[in-house]
């Protein structure tokens, strides 16, 4: 179930200290305040979720339908419009502000984010593949995947086979990491471990759907 959710900046990662003076590598989110440009309800769009917008942009930027749709809510234009899927939008209306201190310290969330794009790569980078032998009659083909199909029967290879192509660039959802601390003054989150996505990505955090807060 996802309680609540946010669009939050990666800014990279560091390190703090815990309370028992132990190093915890956690990533930096900027997570400015969040405001509800729309709110999704299952009897009217079919399921829930709100629409937000952050940061700021020119008006002059922006399309006509597009400062239309913010003028309805009274919302002043952002960087871009982002849907967050929460299952109760009931406290929620149009207008309303979501800051970074919606989550606190010790809560679990999942983080979703595209991932670095690592161009075309070979089956061993993009799928783990060990390679073939170093020796014994292996000639040049020491990173090749090898055989890839059949012969007469089916002819052909099956879609879905592992081979070399392009990697990364995907959406990617990293599950169940720990808010180590939140400045909401300075707009901030410290997520323990790692988020996917490049430095000044976009990132949804939101409480996490399969593990237990504590």
Request: one cysteine or more; a positive charge; glycine letters at 12%.
């Amino acid at each position: 179930m996802v309680a609540k959710a946010i669009v939050g900046e990666k800014l990279g990662m560091t390190q703090v200290w815990d309370d028992e003076n132990r190093v915890v590598p956690v990533t930096v989110l900027k997570v400015e305040s969040c405001r509800i440009v729309q709110v999704k309800r299952p009897e009217t769009d079919g399921y829930s979720a709100l629409q937000v917008t952050y940061g700021t942009q020119q008006a002059d930027r922006l399309t006509q339908p597009q400062l239309g749709h913010l003028n309805k809510a009274g919302v002043a234009p952002g960087r871009k419009l982002v849907e967050l899927r929460v299952d109760d939008v009931g406290a929620y209306e149009a207008g309303q502000e979501i800051g970074a201190d919606v989550f606190n310290g010790g809560e679990l969330v999942d983080v979703t984010g595209v991932s670095k794009g690592k161009g075309f790569a070979g089956a061993m980078k993009r799928h783990n593949f060990s390679g073939q032998k170093a020796s014994h009659g292996a000639h040049k083909v020491h990173r090749k995947p090898g055989a890839v199909g059949q012969c007469a029967t089916p002819s052909r290879i099956f879609k879905g086979k592992r081979m070399p192509g392009r990697t990364g660039a995907e959406k990617v959802t990293t599950l169940n990491l720990e808010v180590v601390r939140v400045d909401s003054e300075k707009h901030l989150m410290l997520v323990k471990g790692s988020v996917p996505g490049r430095r000044g990505s976009t990132v949804l955090i939101r409480s996490a759907i399969k593990g237990e807060n504590r």
